[in-house]
């Protein structure tokens, strides 16, 4: 938190201190409930603002307790497998598929991996040999995808 951030945006009066909180989340016709949320409180009007540091973090828990009222790997279980395997996010995107920015998404929790992709990654998890095969499977099918393109409609002219 920076100084400016100290006085309260409210009253301008009251000094903010960090607290947490807990809330509900629907999820699945399910009632989920998320402790740990964090915010600002005010000593002088009780306002409790949150900021974007926070707010980045809160989201990251919710869709971490989702995961796990799921049984799916957190963003947590997701990064340490990953590294465990040796892979950038942008491999682990290219080898297991998902788009670009796949493992950044789901590690930040900004998306929640399928329930495919989950079983996907337990399985690599559990076989890491399987990695290799994984990737012989990704490159032909990238390098045919490429040859099967149709020219661009200049050359079609040329001829
Ligand atoms: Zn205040």
Partial sequence: MTSQQTICPQCE????TPSVYADDFQHEGQVIRVDGLECYICDHCGADPVYPDQIRRNHARVADAKRQSDGRLTG???????????????DASTIFGGGANAFSKYERGDVLQSDSMDRL?????????????LRAIVKPVRVAARVAEPPPPSYRKAK
Avoid: Y
Avoid at 77 to 87: E, F, K, T, V, W
């Fill in 76 to 90: 947590a279980d997701i990064r340490s497998l990953r590294d465990r395997l040796g892979l950038t996010q942008q």
């Fill in 13 to 16: 009066k009251g000094r903010l």
């Fill in 121 to 133: 990654l337990r399985l690599v998890s559990m076989h890491p040999k399987l990695l290799a095969q």
